[in-house]
Nanobody, 120 residues
Framework: QVQLVESGGGLVQPGGSLRLSCVFS????????MGWYRQAPGKERELVAS???????NYADSVKGRFTISGDNAKNTVYLQMNSLKPEDTAVYYC??????????????WGQGTQVTVSS
């Protein structure tokens, strides 16, 4: 069974930084895509950043130049470094692993979410 646990959210002032972490566990053979999504109140969940197995990254236009997705295979961890935070970045952030191959199946997995609030 694959599990994802996010951490690192919190309250930060505009212009500040946070680093989100997503530790995953399970008998994973491969992962096609690691991503961070967010959902603000009253809005649909949106992709923030993703990184594919081939090494390509993709960012939402609203976060380009401010956020960076990275991974540490040795620690089974995906990070989202968020700099120059704005109030409009306030949302629940979710980690996602997609196209995950395990012994039993290929599927997508989500973390429980971590709240990020940007406010003075």
């Amino acid at each position: 069974q694959v599990q994802l646990v996010e951490s690192g959210g919190g309250l930060v002032q505009p212009g500040g930084s946070l680093r989100l972490s997503c530790v995953f566990s399970g008998s994973i053979f491969s992962i096609n895509l690691m991503g961070w999504y967010r959902q603000a109140p009253g809005k649909e969940r949106e992709l923030v950043a993703s990184s594919t197995r081939g090494g390509s990254t993709n960012y939402a236009d609203s976060v380009k130049g401010r956020f960076t997705i990275s991974g540490d295979n040795a620690k089974n961890t995906v990070y989202l470094q968020m700099n120059s935070l704005k109030p409009e970045d306030t949302a629940v952030y979710y980690c996602s692993l997609q196209g995950v191959r395990t012994l039993a199946r290929i599927g997508d997995y989500w973390g429980q979410g971590t709240q990020v609030t940007v406010s003075s």
